[in-house]
Nanobody
Framework: QVQLAESGGGLVQTGGSLRLSCAASGRTFSSYVMGWFRQAPGKEREFVAGISRGGGSTAFTDSVKGRFTISRDNAKNTVYLQMNSLKPEDTAVYYC???????????????WGQGTQVTVSS
């Protein structure tokens, strides 16, 4: 089992940047595919980005491609989401998630953090 804790959210103006961090407990962080999801008010939670266990493969939802990057440091048990050129439509609660297995997919994540609020003002 793994516990996840997000940090780095906040209020930023349109065009600004934020970096979210997700710290994981446990000694098997490198066994998990990691993902970031978000949920805006009144909307379904959606996949934002994912990264393979070794960090060599990444995936993004179309709306953030070219603006967001995902990375991980397995020595620090941490995954990051660098968000640039932020838009008001990026406003949401952002969740970190971990998935057992090897496939970099957008569903079936087993463990979730509590979330961190990101608000982009226009």
């Amino acid at each position: 089992q793994v516990q996840l804790a997000e940090s780095g959210g906040g209020l930023v103006q349109t065009g600004g940047s934020l970096r979210l961090s997700c710290a994981a407990s446990g000694r098997t962080f490198s066994s998990y595919v990691m993902g970031w999801f978000r949920q805006a008010p009144g909307k379904e939670r959606e996949f934002v980005a994912g990264i393979s266990r070794g960090g060599g493969s990444t995936a993004f939802t179309d709306s953030v491609k070219g603006r967001f990057t995902i990375s991980r440091d397995n020595a620090k048990n941490t995954v990051y989401l660098q968000m640039n050129s932020l838009k008001p439509e990026d406003t949401a609660v952002y969740y970190c998630a971990a998935r057992l297995g090897t496939a970099l997919v957008r569903i079936d994540y087993n463990y979730w953090g509590q979330g961190t609020q990101v608000t982009v003002s226009s």
